[in-house]
């Protein structure tokens, strides 16, 4: 069984068949699912999304690179939110989140507000944060080191082997997913083969961030256990000892997912998390 921590599955690009792609991801055996939001607008297809999923839950934030659009009062939208988010056992944090030094048109000050005060909403409520990490470790490690909120996922991590140990220090998984399939991500590779098993999360940010037997098509929930299976080999492991630990690393680092795990009804593979789970009582925390 596998966790998918970031799947877009709001995206405009399922609409033809979310519900077929929730159904074979579900029998591949891929029952947990994290949906992050985007931008307020996204709020509620996310949180949508995440209950037609058996073991679907949701984080809402403000991603960088739908901050030319967003307005400084947004920040009080998500925070009303997430105030009524407290008490749906399917919400599970603040993302996606962070800073993108990529882009190039993208105002870096504008960014930096809104990850600043995204990550105080995050400490106030004691939640974890998904963060989007690219070329801006280094700057989003500065406030994390301020806000310090309840660690997280730094999702599609892909930087030096001493800003990955900085993240982990501060209660961070690193999220490895379909970059990691390619022969010439060799960077990544050595991260996702040299870290230590219990700093590491799997995910797809279906639609993005396809594997490479996939190049420039659509991605989706259902390739997971491949990525895996290409990650078990990489490490020199069994499928199930990944699928063990991966598990447990997002339970821990996303200590409300074990409540809506528990929940999962039926026989089927999606019900033995309430099994597996660290939580079984069916209550977040």
């Not at 074979?24 to 995440?50: H, K, W």
């Not at 001493?162 to 982990?168: E, G, I, L």
Request: one cysteine or more.
């Amino acid at each position: 069984m596998w966790i998918d921590t970031h799947c877009h599955l709001d995206a405009a690009e399922f609409d033809a068949d979310r519900t077929t792609v929730i159904t074979d991801a579900v029998a591949a055996g891929v029952v947990g699912l994290v949906v992050p939001a985007v931008e307020c607008a996204t709020f509620d297809a996310a949180r949508a999304a995440a209950r037609a999923i058996p073991g679907g839950v949701y984080a809402l934030g403000i991603h960088p690179l739908y901050t030319p659009r967003a307005r400084d009062e947004d920040i009080a939208t998500l925070r009303r939110a997430v105030e009524l988010a407290m008490g749906d056992p399917r919400f599970v944090g603040i993302g996606e989140i962070g800073l993108d030094y990529f882009v190039r048109t993208l105002d870096p000050d504008r960014q930096q507000f809104f990850y600043v005060e995204q990550l105080k909403i995050a400490r106030d409520f004691d939640l974890p944060v998904i963060l989007h990490v690219r070329r801006s470790q280094d700057a989003l490690l500065k406030q994390l080191r301020i806000f310090t909120p309840r660690g997280g996922i730094a999702h599609a991590f892909n930087g030096s082997r001493q800003q990955a140990d900085m993240f982990v220090e501060r209660g961070f998984c690193l999220g490895f997913g379909g970059q990691m399939t390619f022969d010439r991500a060799l960077q990544i590779r050595r991260l996702a083969v040299d870290m230590p098993l219990e700093s590491i999360v799997l995910e797809t940010d279906a639609p993005d961030i396809a594997p490479e037997w996939r190049y420039k098509q659509r991605n989706s929930p259902v390739e997971l256990p491949r990525i895996a299976q290409v990650l078990a080999e990489l490490r020199g492991i069994a499928p199930e000892v990944l699928s063990q630990a991966t598990c447990a690393n997002a339970w821990r680092v996303l200590p409300r997912l074990s409540g809506a795990m528990a929940m999962v009804p039926g026989d089927g593979p999606a019900a033995n998390f309430s099994l597996m789970s660290p939580n079984t009582s069916g209550q977040s925390r």
